[in-house]
């Protein structure tokens, strides 16, 4: 099915009546996920944001609750506020990402009601990739550039309109509204080619649990992490990254307990409040960081928690990158212990 | 001397002097009686805006001693009192003192004011020099201690007139009074205290200028004092600090001075220089351009500019360089009033060429000289002292501090006159000779208060006291004190909250007392008045409680809230709360802190064994402390033992010898000559001190007496020609009949020889004095020799104008020369001729002469740098010590437990060095005299795990008190030697380092409040 | 270059082989074209890897206090003005510390080619010139039109501390620093300026990769960390944002060696450099003093004199 | 109408400054202002420190950030300095910050540094004048340094 760009258009500004619409925009210095008003406001032609569009549904710095003390008494307010919400433009590595974080916030022993209230209003309109960037990787995890997984609905920009695939009841709905018609054979015939592109970077993976099993003690780590500045940025440009940390800033008669994003690079995350750190250097921190993505997390979710959108490669300032890092453990020599 | 002696010494005149050296003594382990004659203490200090050389404000650095004397629990104060019998001798005298009635009761005077802003009657205020009003219920000050008011019965309209006839006239003070401390029927009393020793300083009082017509001062309005000049400068001065002509309020933008009113004039029998005159004349007219916000011409009318302190000089180059203050060198005629009706005045001058002119002025300043005071020549006649002719005190000769009468001690101005650093050293001199005269009997007679023992409340739940002052109607008219007690009670940490009529009263003491055990208080904020006067009163009360004294706090709800907004009641409530809510944060945020002891090992180390260093050795020893005096020459005795005479004709080389003597026979002294030092490690009550030889000594303080070196020209023909010679030299070729000077006809002495030159812009001090001595020494010997003394400005000093008046008397020749047409020596054949201008004639003028005598420079000594490094201590840019402050620490480092004495600090005579002596002896005796050192404990601490040793802190730090440990890589505190100042806690970006008492989470908390 | 990589790799496996030093810090190949990423060499088998160009853009000096042992380190100018302030304040020991000076012309500002040419896919440096293949479209750069700005107004391409220097020395022409840039800002109103940097703060996500790229920025916890007191909270908002980057320009002021690491390491291409140049340049001009040109001198927040100037008291 | 209303809300305004005052000079400069009775507006919260040596920056930022209208340091003229040199160390912090919060476009007046002597009770009490009729001018702090409330979105504004 296919929608041309125009008819989409008109689509989505009466949709903004009804939703809060996120979609891609070009903020000077490259593409953020911000709330439009309008389609023409949108940017079509884009790589991918500089930041995951997690946020939504996991904000960097979220209230839980707020209290407030007046005389001696104490009173306690939720701040939890939902809206029906639109993300428009999602790329499938970070679809797939979304995926991944269910796993974490909504799970057989806890559901988080901040990140699920969020994704159960939520729709996520992807949109295939048609270019792909150096940094792209995803193929390793069995994700197609074009690949529907994680999407409402999702399309491939076939020129002048998306071809339109219904991929969840919730897309469904949406794509009720919508003027739908057959894609010509030309038209399947591009999507097809869309669909079936691979990144041109890939990593092998096959073995990396494996191999990461056995390396907990490896010497790989001990020069792995030396030129790590110890910064967030891949933490926080990372799709499928989620930890957090929650504190109460109390100021005069108020306070409020937050949740804010931390991360395994920081070495206050691991701080206890005796003042031990059992993760107290930059070597147990690396080794946590892709232990966590390639081998904790699939041991406990059954998938690897990266989906090769490259956020990190691209933003680290030292050019640490991880397909050479995964590289490297692969062809790690195995200490016999 | 008696064999009975008694630990206690009376204190006489309570201005700068005598508060330094009652605190120097009572800290040491003495009880002090203190009699001042007026109703406060602080003498003439608080009068003056800003003192030389620094332009500190006086009032600033002399408060705090203020309060710390007032509050000394072995300092008995009393005021309106004078001394009116004594007997006994050194040792054990017994005095009299009566004490006037000051109608109002010092206890229960909480300085509130009411009485006068009741009292009907208005005179001159004496403190602003009859500048401004008073009331007849009065406050010297507002600074004042006691802050408390007293009653002037000369001018109360009850007590001059009602009292006598039984009638209840005014008596508004009494209603005013809420704290019922007014008591109209006090009266004089009579009492006897028991002392070993005295010490005086009465003071000085300043010339009457009305006494010489031809300045017009009485009768021509623009016409001022200096003293009422300060008084106009002053911020806390009848107007404020605008500077104004009193009696038009005109901006004055014409300003002169006129120097030596009553000073260097042998017609009135003043034939001595005041000292501190062109100091202070150069200070206030650069004051007054600062001040002013209009420009003003500034002009100094003087004889010779005699600025031969510690860095005067660069202070009169500065203002006569930068600032543009006008100095003409004159004889002033006279001063009238100008004829244009503007009320100017007019001087009518010679300048040195001898043109007669006038100019006019808005203001004319006259540099009023000193003169003993009245009382001062009572207390000279009651205890039968010797005195000078000027009716000074006359001190015994090289003792710097000894009156005619054993065991009785002079400080300041009561001997001569001289400048507050002067005055400080020998008080701290004096305190240092009445300890070594008492040291067996040292405390025996202090007390020391008793504490119940402390409850620990470290983990308690906090519960705070509050409580909000009404001060009679001070604050309670103004702001709303029940609603900020009800609003205290709604904040955190808050147990209990009340109000009080006047919070500091001995009852209200003893409720919070209470309180804190039946509500188990653990914290305590009083509201009310400032805590730099209250703090430590209520803190005593904690303690008295059971409380750690730090666990409190204050708000200061009077003096900077219902005083300063009483037509905004609403608006001054709403600061009150908030400040109560501030104080409650941070007291509740306090921890118990304990001051810190560390050890003091009690034996002193001099280094340099000159006249300074043995006599600090000598005092030292005599109070009974241990002393290791290193002399790195192979003789002690240093630079005098080429000297011959004395200043006043001593015998220099007997008294040098005797030194000796003494130092090498007292028991407590340990010399150590011919070595030198190699190394110096550790901090007041600890250091440590390696000798050349490997010798370590252990001592608590150190005194630093080494001395400076004479100038070696290479001007003038110096080593050149063997007629050339220094003073020194003539004065040894005097001494040992040197046929180069037996057999010379004509003499010439070139004064300011490396002295007050681009390169060393200091003025040595002694030469000029020097050079007269040595001229007038010659020409009495031969009075047919021609003498020429060849000089910048003459520069003799206090007694020594003498000399200078006689010289000129019996015919020696003084030629002026200036700065940029120095002399110049030549010699034709055998012939030496030494060439000048002549100013008067301004014509080059040719003298031959048998001698040149150079007055060389006194120049810093050369090992100044190591000590620097060694103890951390500061020199100035000439490379002499640099004391902790110029006026009120004049022998003290900035580092803790080490001081100085004689030339190594600047240039200065024999009397002044062993002066200075015997007061680093004195301060060091202070430090001495403790069991350990202690420090209040309100110090920087650091966070071991924060700290990156970066070194900012030990950078920034002044006291020298934190160092970086570079083994385990963080900084340490030196409890003994941090101040409390925080600069480190700010600067550490780490936040390692922390202030007890003001921590960052106080302070963001505090921030978080408001 | 070559000649200068070959004397690199020479001196590098020299110090290793004969166990002067432990580890040899200098730059490798990155990952990505026009990307060259820090390296550490611990054998002399290694020393091959390491390389020297106009992408060698990171500080290496970061890495100094953090690598245990001793250790040599490649040092541009800027490099070795941090490792001088580093030694100031004693967080390096000078004895274990080798410095392999190069003299630096600048280094390539991506950004701006990024901008134009979009994700770059290859590139290749010669002669001066780089030509680079990206996702929309080619082209060929002179050095100088992509120069940092940084570099642009350096005035210390030479190590200011060095044992070897390898190659030549470049001459500098300028005296005086120049800070064209900070006046510009200065010369706009106070509403423009605030707009500017509400802007720039609304770009932050505060993950700190400018505090851990700045060789200065050693502190054990630094403020915005601390929990007591809690400066600021960990909210991402403009006005916090501004906060953390107000103080930690302020804990750099009379430090910062204007290596120009922070900005580059920005992945939100905040422009954090407007901060520091204003220190810089207020440092200079105040107190005449600029960091880290020599291994004795002293921060300037370290030292005074009794005549500072005092504009900033209130009009009265 | 709407015009009077607005200058009716003004009157209303009262900012709220905090002061830092060094203990030995301007806490005793403001003491001996209300000796003598000078009257100011009652705009100052005053917190003690032992001198201005101890402000750390960060309270200017945090001040601000709080936001509080105004700050005023103040501290020991030059060469005063019971500690010896504190207020000299402090100097160049204060010179700093000033110049920094001024160039991020902060209204110049927020931020008020001055030397009182505890003999210049008069000046102290101009000095809060002037801050304080200069802070009302601006009005109350909404500057870049004041926390909002965001309602606890991810998005600033």
Known sequence: ?337 | MSQNKIGSVLIVGAGIAGIQAALDLAESGYLVHLVEESSAIGGTMPMLDKTFPTNDCSMCILSPKLVECGRHLNVRTYTNSQVVRTEGEAGNFKVTIKQKARYIDLEKCTGCGACAEACPVKVDDEFNQGLGKRKAAFKQYSQAFPNAYGIDEQNCLYQTRGKAKGKDICLKCVKACQAGAIDHHMEDKEFEVEVGSMILNPGFKIFDAASLDYYGYGKIKSVITSLEFERLLSASGPFDGHLVRPFDKKEPQKIAWIQCVGSRNAKIGNNYCSGVCCMYAIKEAVIAKEHSHIPVDTTIFYMDMRTPGKDFEKYYNNAKNQQGVNFIRSRVYEVTEAKDDSGDAVIRYSTEDGQILTDQFDLVVLSVGLEPGDSSKELAKLLDLKVNKYGFAELEPLSGVNTSKEGIFAAGAFSGPRDIPETVMQASAAAGSASALLAEERGTLVSEKEYPPEMDVAGDIIRTGVFICHCGVNIGSVVNVPSVVEYAKTLPTVAYATDKIYACSQDAQASIKALISEQKLNRIVVSSCSPRTHEPLFQETLKEAGLNAHLFDMANIRDQCSWVHMNQPEQATEKAKDLTKLAIVRASMQQQTQPIFMDMNHAALVIGGGVAGMTSALSLADQGYEVHLVEKDSALGGVARRFSTGFRGEDMKAFVAELIEKVSNHANIKLHVGVGIKDVGGFLGNFTTTLENGEQIAHGVALLTIGGQEYKPNEYLYGQDERVMTQIEMDEAIYNHDPKVEGAKNFVFIQCVGSRTIENPYCSRTCCTKSVKLALKMKKKNPAANVFVLYRDMRTYSYFEEDYEEARRIGIIFVRYSENAKPVVSKEGDTLLVTVNDHVLDRPIEIETDVLCLAAAIKAPADGKKLSKWFKIPLNAEGFFLEAHMKLRPVDFSTDGVFMAGIAHSPKNMEEVIAQAKAAAGRAGVALSKDQVESAGLNAFVNKRKCTACGTCEAVCSAKAITVDQVNRVAVVNDALCKGCGACASSCRCGALSLRGCTNEQIVEMLNSL | MNNIINDMRDKARQLLAEGKVDVVIGYEKGSLPLKATPFFAHSPAEVDSLIWDETCENNLATYVAKTPGKKAIVAKGCDSRALAVLLQENQLVRDDLYIIGVSCAGVIDQRKIVAEVGEILEAGINDGKISVKGMAGDKEYLFAEVKDATCQTCRYPNPVLEDVHLGETIAVSQEAPAFADVIALEEKSAGERQDYFKEQMSKCIRCYACRNACPLCYCQECFVDCNSPRWLTGGVNRAENLFFQAGRVLHLAGRCVDCGACTRACPQGVDIRALNRKMTKDVYTMYNHEAGISEDGKPALNEYTTSDPEQFLVKE | MGEIQVEAENKKYEPKIAAFLCNWCSYAGADLAGVGRVQYPATIRTIRVPCSGRINPLYVLKAMANGADGVLVSGCHPGDCHYISGNYVARRKFALIKSLLNHVGLEEDRISFSWVSAAEGIRFAEVVKGVTERVSALGPNNGIFKVVDDGGAAADE
């Open chain 1, 1 to 337: 099915m296919k929608i041309s760009k125009e008819k989409f258009g008109q689509a989505f500004d009466a949709l903004v009546a009804d939703y809060k619409v996120i979609a891609p925009v070009s903020d000077g210095s490259g593409i953020a996920f911000t709330e439009v008003k309008s389609f023409s406001d949108v940017k079509q032609d884009y790589l991918n944001s500089k930041l995951p569009p997690k946020a939504f549904f996991f904000p960097q710095h979220e209230k839980l609750m707020s209290y407030k003390k007046e005389g001696k008494d104490v009173t306690v307010k939720s701040e939890l506020k939902v809206e029906n919400t639109i993300l428009f433009g999602i790329r499938p590595c970070d679809a797939k990402g979304m995926l991944l974080l269910d796993k974490v916030f909504k799970n057989d022993q806890y559901t988080d009601p901040y990140y699920y209230e969020r994704r159960e209003k939520a729709v996520i309109i992807g949109l295939g990739c048609t270019k792909i960037a150096p940094t792209c990787f995803c193929s390793s995890f069995e994700i197609s550039p074009a690949g529907s997984e994680g999407s409402d609905l999702f399309l491939i920009d076939l020129g002048d309109s998306y071809e339109v695939e219904v991929v969840t009841e919730k897309g469904k709905a949406l794509a009720d509204r919508l003027a739908l018609a057959e894609l010509t054979a030309d038209e399947q015939a591009l999507v097809d080619k869309i669909k079936s592109a691979e990144t041109p970077s890939k990593i092998d993976v096959s073995n990396t649990t494996s191999k990461l099993d056995k390396m907990f003690n490896s010497p790989y780590w001990d020069t792995l992490q030396e030129k790590c500045l110890g910064c967030n940025v891949c933490s926080f440009s990372c799709p499928t990254c989620h930890c957090f940390d929650i504190s109460e800033e109390v100021c005069k008669n108020e306070g409020t307990r937050v949740r804010t994003w931390d991360a395994c690079m920081a070495p206050l995350f691991t701080l206890h409040g005796s003042g031990h750190n059992p993760r107290d250097n930059k070597k147990a921190r690396w080794r946590q960081r892709l232990m966590h993505k390639f081998n904790y997390f699939v041991h406990n979710n059954g998938s690897m928690s990266c989906v090769g959108c490259g956020r990190c490669i691209k933003s680290c300032p030292v050019n640490m990158d991880i397909r050479q890092v995964v590289d490297g453990a692969n062809k790690a020599e195995l200490v016999v212990e």
